[in-house]
Each structure stands twice: as structure tokens, then as C-alpha cells.
């Protein structure tokens, strides 16, 4: 209900009122190799610390029934569009229907290329409507804070549901997994202080100060959309960043990158792996990161959503579709350490195109 028409109003605002547009150009050209180099680096982290942690799980024939059950009412997954689909794809033939379909991607396409348009027209005509959009986006603000307040009783609700549902032995397997995907999240979260410190230049104490409160938001809301507001206001009055970082990276960041899409397809495949007694090659991890980078611009912004997208994906492993669905289940506490780690790695790229 916010994320289309907060990231549309803070994407006009930000690049419309930019006084030099070719700034812009470059730092959409820096942002997105940033964000492709660390979606591979998180999925080669997880490729090398989940297998030592689920090694040590051993799962029952009993267990394996039962959570095997659990996912067998899962919807059948849509077929994965190929490669030149998707660049087609990329520029939208309806902008309204990428709104409707929250296709994200293509609509950050057409939004760019009306705000660049919008800074060309003359600034008596384009004034009213950049403030028109500035209203929007402070109104949007306000609707996530309402949001924010009732969303952890959801979370509580799927919890509860899911811990009903099933068995002391099925749950202890499920808790190892959950511990695992969480534990390695949490371990590149941190890789990301050093990446902002190090190639960033940002000061570590400054730095962990602009970010703790979008991380609190980030949390406890499991949206990273919640905690832009945050992100805004830390890297404007901590880091200093300036306007075009905070009005257009920022925003193409919270719309396109998630940072944690291959980290938790890597553990989710090779939990999966292990439950249903198949073995993943070195090869065909190595692909799935491949593909978890490429999709990973494209997964709508909402919870769980990128597990969604991984049901074909399992089938070309040689695992069932429906194991998805076992992974969507338990997803409400890795999905806080997936925005938490989401949010770190918006403002590290911010970091670090701002220093570039």
C-alpha cells in the first residue's frame, strides 16, 4: 500500500530537483555495480559457512514426513520468465500496471525518466508539480508509522499458527535452520560495517549511529520501506550525505536491492537439500547464486517474497516446489535479520557511492 507511491514521490523529488542531472547518471552508474558486487559476496559467505552449519543437522525420516506435509497444500509456482523477457520487461509497456503487478524495477525505469524529463521543463511549471510529490511522500510517511504500530501482532499471529501446527521433533529441526539462516545473516551484517568503513571512509561509531534506528524499525516491522524514513534522516544528519544521495540512491536502493535474496536461497536450497535426501553440487550452487543476484531486482517488496520466487528455481535443483512453502513457513524471524541486513547494506552502498 506504500512502497509505489512513497518510492515514485521520493524519486521525482530527488532527481527533479537535482541542479545537475549528469550527477545523477553517475550515481545510478556507481550504485548498481555495488549492488551486484555484494549480492554475489553474500552469496559466496553463505556458500561457505551454511554447509559447515547444516552438516551437523540430521534429520529424521519422521521429520521429514511431517514438515514434508506441512508444505503440500503450496500453490504451484508461475514459470520464471528467461533473460531476454526480462530485459524486455525492464521498460514498462503500461506504467500503471507495473504499479498494480508492483513490479518494481520497471517502475523505478519510467519514474526516472519522467523526473529527468520533469527537470527539464521550465522551473515555474516544474515547482508545483516537485512540491505536489514532496506532499505525497511526507503523507506516505505518515501511513507507515500508522502501519508500524500494529505489525508486530501480525508477526505474533503467523508465529503462533505455525508452532501449533507442528510437532516438538519438526520444530527442533526448523529452529536449527532458522538459527543457521539467521546467524549467517547477521555475520555479513557485520561484514558490511567493514565495507563501509574501509571503502566507504565512514567512521565506524558515526556510522552504527545514523543506522541503529532504521535497523530498530527494520526489525521489528520486517519492511525496509518502514525504515527509509529512518535511513533518510541518519545518513542526512549523521553522515552528512548530500540531497542526491539521500533522494535518489537511497530510494533506488529501499525499491530494488535485497542483499539478503542469494544468502537465503543458498541455506533455504540446501536445508531443502538435506530434508529431502539431494545432493547440490558445487556447480549448481554457484548457478543458484547467479540467479538469486539476477532475480533479486525483481522481487516485490514485500515479506517473504523472494521465497516465493524460489519454488521453480528448486525444481532445476531437483527439488520439490513445495519445499518453498516449508521455508515460507518458519520465514517471520529470518525475515528480521533479512531487512535488518536489507537496511544495512542501503546505507553502505549510500556510503560508498557518496565517497566514490
Do not use: C
Not at 508465529?159 to 539467521?182: C, D, E, N, P, W
Not at 525499491?255 to 536445508?271: K, M
Amino acid at each position: 500500500m506504500t512502497v509505489i507511491p512513497l518510492v515514485i514521490a521520493l524519486v521525482i523529488t530527488g532527481v527533479a530537483s537535482a541542479a545537475d542531472l549528469r550527477h545523477v547518471g553517475r550515481l545510478g552508474a556507481r550504485a548498481l555495480p555495488t549492488f551486484i558486487v555484494l549480492l554475489i559476496a553474500g552469496g559466496l559467505f553463505a556458500l561457505l559457512l551454511a554447509p559447515i552449519a547444516l552438516d551437523r543437522l540430521s534429520i529424521a525420516e519422521g521429520v521429514a514426513s511431517t514438515l514434508q506435509g506441512s508444505a503440500s497444500n503450496t500453490a504451484a509456482a508461475p514459470p520464471m520468465p528467461g533473460l531476454v523477457e526480462r530485459i524486455v520487461a525492464i521498460v514498462p509497456a503500461n506504467p500503471f500496471r507495473a504499479m498494480v503487478d508492483a513490479a518494481m524495477l520497471p517502475l523505478i525505469v519510467f519514474t526516472l525518466i519522467f523526473a529527468v524529463a520533469l527537470a527539464r521543463v521550465d522551473p515555474a511549471r516544474r515547482e508545483p508539480v516537485t512540491r505536489l510529490f514532496e506532499s505525497i511522500a511526507d503523507a506516505m510517511l505518515v501511513v507507515v508509522r500508522w502501519v508500524l504500530a500494529f505489525a508486530p501482532l501480525g508477526i505474533f499471529a503467523l508465529a503462533l499458527g505455525l508452532a501449533a501446527r507442528l510437532g516438538a521433533a519438526a520444530a527442533g529441526a526448523l529452529v536449527f535452520y532458522m538459527i543457521t539462516l539467521s546467524g549467517v545473516l547477521l555475520l555479513f551484517t557485520l561484514v558490511l560495517y567493514a565495507v563501509a568503513v574501509v571503502i566507504g571512509r565512514a567512521p565506524l561509531r558515526l556510522f552504527a549511529t545514523a543506522l541503529a534506528p532504521a535497523q530498530a524499525v527494520a526489525f521489528s516491522s520486517r519492511s525496509s520501506l518502514a525504515a527509509l524514513p529512518a535511513l533518510i534522516a541518519g545518513a542526512r544528519e549523521r553522515l552528512h550525505a548530500p540531497p542526491a544521495i539521500t533522494g535518489f540512491v537511497l530510494p533506488l536502493a529501499v525499491s530494488v536491492f535485497r542483499i539478503n535474496v542469494p544468502i537465503a536461497w543458498i541455506v533455504g536450497a540446501l536445508f531443502l537439500g538435506k530434508l529431502y535426501g539431494v545432493e547440490l553440487g558445487g556447480a549448481e550452487l554457484i548457478g543458484l547464486v547467479v540467479t538469486a543476484t539476477l532475480i533479486s531486482f525483481s522481487v516485490p517488496g514485500i515479506p517473504s517474497a523472494s521465497l516465493f520466487l524460489l519454488a521453480p528455481v528448486l525444481v532445476d535443483l531437483g527439488l520439490p516446489a513445495e519445499g518453498a512453502g516449508i521455508l515460507i513457513a518458519v520465514d517471520a524471524i529470518p525475515d528480521m535479520f533479512k531487512t535488518t541486513l536489507n537496511v544495512t547494506s542501503h546505507l553502505t552502498v549510500a556510503t560508498v557511492v557518496s565517497r566514490s
